[in-house]
Nanobody, 111 residues
């Protein structure tokens, strides 16, 4: 099945930006597309954003206006640029395609 690898996490100050990447081992052609999730310490895993096969995008309320999701089919990569980051965004971010998960990338927002 498809293998996924997230990258791009790190430590940023509040108001800063990061761009996450999710590289798949093959092109994603399923209608459901690719979804970003995050999980903060002691919290339930949370849906963040999705991009479908057709290119439609959706976001959780807390991400609207700050995060975007896009796809580059040539490199089998889905991106999640994140702007105006807040401490509440601190979490491990995962991508999911065809019910397969990447290893996650840590995002820490702190001054």
């Amino acid at each position: 099945q498809v293998q996924l690898a997230e990258s791009g996490g790190g430590l940023v100050e509040p108001g800063g930006s990061l761009t996450l990447s999710c590289v798949a081992s093959r092109r994603i052609d399923t209608p459901a597309g690719t979804t970003w999730y995050r999980q903060a310490p002691g919290k339930q895993r949370e849906y963040v954003a999705v991009i479908t096969r057709s290119g439609q995008t959706m976001y959780t309320d807390s991400a609207k206006g700050r995060f975007t999701i896009s796809r580059d089919n040539a490199s089998n990569t889905v991106y999640l640029p994140m702007n105006n980051l807040k401490p509440e965004d601190t979490a491990v971010y995962y991508c999911n395609t065809d019910q397969c998960w990447g290893q996650g990338t840590q995002v820490t927002v702190s001054s």
